[in-house]
């Protein structure tokens, strides 16, 4: 699977933002999808998964940020609301097996495919 991210930009603070991850390959309806996001100076982190019709978020994301696919058209979607500066940093699709459990959700190492990253920036 390859995976490409797009849609980041400069929003202001409280402001909404659409990123997509474009997939290619047939297998992608199968795939457990997550999006994570870096910030300057750390580490890669989870944002937020979904797996089998499931959501999981990150606490930070939650009631704020929303995944959903569209499997005919091979792609991953992250809506992004009520923008805060803390949000900003480079945010990267990725896929899973379907075998990867709930709690392996939040680590890099689970995800075998990464999209190339789209910055956001929130500005105050």
């Known amino acids: 699977v390859q995976l490409q991210a797009s849609g980041g930009g400069l929003v202001q603070a409280g402001g909404s933002l659409r990123l997509s991850c474009a997939a290619s390959?047939?297998?992608?309806?199968?795939?457990?999808m997550g999006w994570f996001r870096q910030a300057p100076g750390k580490e890669r982190e989870f944002v937020i998964a979904?797996?089998?019709?499931?959501?999981y978020y990150a606490d930070s994301v939650k009631g704020r940020f929303t995944i959903s696919r569209d499997n005919a058209k091979n792609t991953l979607y992250l809506q992004m609301n009520s923008l805060k500066p803390e949000d900003t940093a480079v945010y990267y699709c990725?896929?899973?097996?379907?075998?990867?459990?709930?709690?392996?959700?939040?680590?890099?190492?689970?995800?075998?495919?990464w999209g190339q990253g789209t910055l956001v920036t929130v500005s105050s």
């Open positions: 990725a896929a899973a097996t379907p075998s990867t459990i709930v709690s392996e959700l939040v680590r890099t190492r689970s995800y075998d495919y």
């Open positions: 390959g047939r297998t992608f309806s199968s795939y457990t």
């Open positions: 979904i797996r089998r019709g499931t959501t």
